[in-house]
């Protein structure tokens, strides 16, 4: 069992629980779920930098990143850095996330932002527009593509975004649907860790240019970003990077300085 198998294992037992405790009538219910999206896509498309913040407390592969961390103060950072659109991880038992912290980011910030969770039922997709998200992930390596379509369908009729994550060319070929905004390329090897950015640059002329692809994981340079944007990238997700430091917004705030003078 790899690492996703055992997450996902664990995802599925949680949402069980949760469906008992919560209706979908009430997450129906919440105000925000009237909430017009703000597209992430049409961002990544405007913009000459293309930055994704995360807000990441920890990992498997990392354990402890930032835990003395104020959703609220680094969602307000990344904004005034100029990112494009902030990922929140909500995966409490593998990454210390929740749904409230995305529901804090929302209550402070007006940017896109992204659900990052490991999406296996519909439920789940209700619960990230009711706590304001404008997107949601969804890993290929853990989906049949009936139920990638399932879930980016209904994100869709929601009014979000769908970011479809792949790490090789078969979950690539098996996923391409016109229900999918952007692909996502994680450079991490979810089986020994090991982060390649040869493998969005291997994949990149594989994915149709109606999406927008994103480059995902192990990205903490200025040359990786002017080199992934050769094959076409026009997104960049970055947690570590960012969320290592004290600052997390301010540590986005140099690096898109950064980026821009060496445009
Ligand atoms: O980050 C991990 O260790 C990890 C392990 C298992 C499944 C997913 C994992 N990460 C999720 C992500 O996609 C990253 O948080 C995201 O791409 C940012 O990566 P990084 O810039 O390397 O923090």
Redesign the pocket.
């Known amino acids: 069992m790899n690492?996703?198998d055992k997450?996902v294992a664990d995802k599925r037992k949680e949402v069980s629980l949760k469906k008992g405790l919560i209706p979908t009538s009430q997450l129906e219910a919440s105000v925000l779920f009237e909430r017009n999206c703000v597209s992430l896509a049409e961002s990544l498309r405007n913009s000459n930098t293309g930055i994704i913040a995360?807000h990441?407390r920890r990992?498997?592969?990392?354990q402890t990143?930032n835990q003395n961390t104020n959703v609220g103060v680094v969602a307000k950072g990344y904004e005034k850095a100029g990112v494009c659109g902030m990922?929140v991880?909500t995966d409490i038992k593998?990454?210390g996330g929740s749904l409230e912290d995305l529901l804090l980011a929302r209550a402070s910030v007006s940017m896109p932002l992204l659900r990052?969770e490991?999406m296996i039922d519909e439920y789940q997709v209700l619960e990230a527009k009711a706590y304001g998200a404008d997107v949601i992930?969804l890993i290929a390596a853990v989906l049949t593509r009936e139920e990638i379509k399932t879930l980016s369908e209904l994100a869709k009729s929601l009014g979000m975004d769908v970011l479809l994550?792949v790490h090789n060319q078969q979950e690539l070929e098996k996923s391409i649907m016109p229900s999918l905004d952007m692909l996502?390329v994680?450079?991490?090897n979810?089986k020994t860790?090991e982060?390649s950015l040869n493998t969005s640059k291997n994949l990149s002329q594989l994915i149709p240019d109606d999406f927008v692809k994103v480059s995902?994981?192990?990205?903490?340079s200025i040359e990786a970003i002017t080199e992934l944007r050769k094959f076409g990238y026009r997104g960049f997700?970055?947690?570590?990077?960012f969320?290592k430091t004290e600052n997390p917004g301010r540590s986005a705030k140099a690096f898109i300085e950064s980026l821009k003078k060496n445009m």
């Open positions: 690492i996703l997450i995360e990441k990992s498997p592969s990392k990143i990922s991880l593998y990454f990052k490991f992930l994550e996502g994680n450079n991490r979810l860790f982060v995902e994981s192990g990205i903490s997700l970055i947690g570590e990077n969320m």
